[in-house]
């Protein structure tokens, strides 16, 4: 006869087991928390203008994650003190460092996605 600390014993070693293999069986995927903000002076958001069909509008997105950008066309990025990664229409995905200020006042990008990593 198996003794009561015994059965405790493989009773918890068989949970530990179990919820191991779960833990391993399960992909870990990257937790999205990207939050669109109110712009505010002295916050080193990522900011976005843009336009699309004669609207234009500024936006400020903050903490790491990703999030559609409606095919926006893109004036200008602040980046902040965020690293960047906006997809275009076109399928090509371009970086932008922290700390970088860039316009397109000829050719603006068509933006799809925007991902702060």
């Given at each position: 006869m198996i003794s009561k600390t015994k059965r405790i014993a493989r009773s918890v070693a068989v949970a530990f087991a179990a919820t191991a293999a779960v833990t391993m069986a399960l992909p870990s995927g990257n937790a999205y928390a990207i939050d669109h903000v109110e712009c505010r002076g002295g916050e080193n958001f990522l900011k976005i203008w843009s336009h699309l069909d004669g609207r234009s509008s500024v936006d400020c997105y903050a903490n790491g994650?990703?999030?559609s950008f409606g095919g926006w066309w893109v004036d200008?990025?602040?980046?902040?003190?965020?690293d960047l990664i906006y997809y275009d229409e076109n399928g090509d995905?371009?970086?932008v460092n922290r700390w970088t200020d860039i316009t397109f006042p000829n050719r603006p990008p068509k933006v799809k996605d925007?991902?702060?990593i």
């Open positions: 994650g990703r999030t200008r990025i602040s980046t902040g003190n965020n995905s371009v970086r925007i991902e702060i």
